[in-house]
């Protein structure tokens, strides 16, 4: 393998995006064939010796992306003492892996479990502003006044104006109506609180694409690998057409009943075909 730089192969064996593995670096925690690493620094991960806390670094088995369908009810965070049912425990081995696109306790939709540090900090970081799409049901019809002026941007409790977002009517919905959002960032409850702040309370919200990566037909608590035609869509920002959004080879996967699995996730080798003891959605 080819000498590439310090922080993309710390990303790719885990310790997170780039931006976090440059901040090992500066701390002088990571060592490459006895040497303190700096900022800048090539290695060769199949032939260098590389230390981080002095622990010799272990590469990914192998990268894996899956796409989850996050139910309401269920919290968007990693292992820990929480005892309430996590995103992670809906696909084997889920725990090890990054979370991309959290969403908070009462919205459900597409989120990304993967152990990919480049694709995780291609979809996360903010100066790439990755489109996300969600369907907003809101208790109240919107006027054209509350729609442009989410559209404009409002001002967060924090002081910080949220960016331009594409906000129009699908359909009305008893005295309310189904909205269709489009954000460029993904702050914690920020559709909560423009709505709550244009007087347009939320009932459901699902997100239906992160970038390129559509839903489809996938149901609530349903998991499945993306095909390397989707990861390479991701990375690249490239649209993929409408179908492209539903499983690849069959229906999504589902979690077995009888508790969470301890098995880390595996793949074949060939994207798209990863094995694991979930069971297939019956028709």
Not at 21 to 50: F, H, P, W
Not at 110 to 127: A, F, I, S, V, W
Not at 153 to 175: M, N, W, Y
Request: charged letters at 30%; glycine letters at 10%; a positive charge.
């Amino acid at each position: 393998m080819a000498e590439e730089r310090l922080q993309k192969i710390l990303a790719r064996a885990g310790y997170g995006s780039r931006r976090a593995a440059e901040e090992l670096i500066s701390a002088g925690r990571v060592l490459v064939n006895g040497q303190r690493a700096e900022l800048g620094a090539k290695a060769d991960a199949t032939r260098d010796a590389i230390l981080v806390d002095g622990q010799r670094l272990k590469l990914a088995e192998e990268l894996v992306c899956y796409a989850v369908y996050k139910p309401r009810g269920v919290i968007s965070t990693t292992a820990g003492p929480e005892p309430r049912r996590k995103v992670t425990d809906l696909v084997p081995g889920g725990e090890q892996l990054h979370l991309v696109g959290r969403l908070d306790l009462n919205s459900e939709g597409l989120m990304l479990l993967t152990n990919d540090g480049e694709l995780t900090q291609r979809l996360t970081h903010p100066k790439f502003e990755q489109e996300k799409e969600y369907r907003v049901l809101v208790a109240r019809q919107p006027d054209s006044e509350q729609l442009e002026t989410w559209r404009r941007g409002v001002v967060l409790p924090d002081g910080t104006r949220s960016l331009p977002a594409e906000v129009r009517i699908e359909k009305p919905h008893g005295k309310g109506a189904w909205l269709r959002v489009v954000m460029r960032e993904g702050r914690k409850r920020e559709i909560r609180e423009i709505a709550r702040q244009l007087g347009l309370p939320v009932a459901k919200l699902l997100r239906i694409r992160i970038g390129a990566l559509r839903v489809g037909n996938m149901q609530p608590g349903d998991w499945r690998p993306l095909t390397a035609e989707e990861v390479q869509a991701l990375q690249s920002g490239t649209p993929m057409p409408a179908s492209k959004g539903r499983p690849a080879g069959g229906q999504p996967r589902r979690k077995p009943p009888g508790g969470r699995s301890s098995a880390r996730p595996k793949a074949s080798g060939k994207p798209g075909r990863a094995r694991s003891p979930g069971q297939r959605r019956k028709k």
